[in-house]
Nanobody, 118 residues
Framework: QVQLVESGGGLVQAGGSLRLSCAAS????????MGWYRQAPGKQRELVAV???????TYADSVKGRFTISRDNAKNTVYLQMNSLKPEDTAVYYC????????????WGQGTQVTVSS
C-alpha cells in the first residue's frame, strides 16, 4: 500500500522553528513533485511549498524567506524547515506527492498539526 506519512508537527512559540518530514512508503518506482499544503480553521487548503524531482522549488509569498523545502530522493522523503514561525502559520499541514506505483497518482498525507502561540 502506497502512502505518505508525516511527522514533526507540534506547539511552538512565535519566532520558533519546526521541521516537518513526510516519507513515502510502499511499492514506488518513482516520485515526481512533492509539496506541502496547509489548512487553517475556516479557510481553504493552500499551497505552502513544492519541490520538483529536479530540485526546483516554489513557495507561497507568505512563507518566502522563512520556510525551506527539501527532499531526500534516496529516502523518498520531503522536509519542510519552518523558521521565524508566526501565529498565522497555525494550521494542519499536509504532504502531497505524485507517486509512481503501477502508474503515477497523486497522494495526500494524513496531516500534522502546527500550532504557533503568540
Amino acid at each position: 500500500q502506497v502512502q505518505l506519512v508525516e511527522s514533526g508537527g507540534g506547539l511552538v512559540q512565535a519566532g520558533g522553528s519546526l521541521r516537518l518530514s513526510c516519507a513515502a512508503s510502499g511499492s514506488i518506482f518513482g516520485i515526481n513533485a512533492m509539496g506541502w499544503y496547509r489548512q487553517a480553521p475556516g479557510k481553504q487548503r493552500e499551497l505552502v511549498a513544492v519541490i520538483t524531482s529536479g530540485g526546483r522549488t516554489t513557495y507561497a509569498d507568505s512563507v518566502k524567506g522563512r520556510f525551506t523545502i527539501s527532499r531526500d530522493n534516496a529516502k523518498n522523503t520531503v522536509y519542510l524547515q519552518m523558521n521565524s514561525l508566526k501565529p498565522e502559520d497555525t494550521a494542519v499541514y499536509y504532504c502531497n506527492a505524485d507517486l509512481g506505483s503501477y502508474s503515477y497518482s497523486n497522494y495526500w498525507g494524513q496531516g500534522t498539526q502546527v500550532t504557533v502561540s503568540s
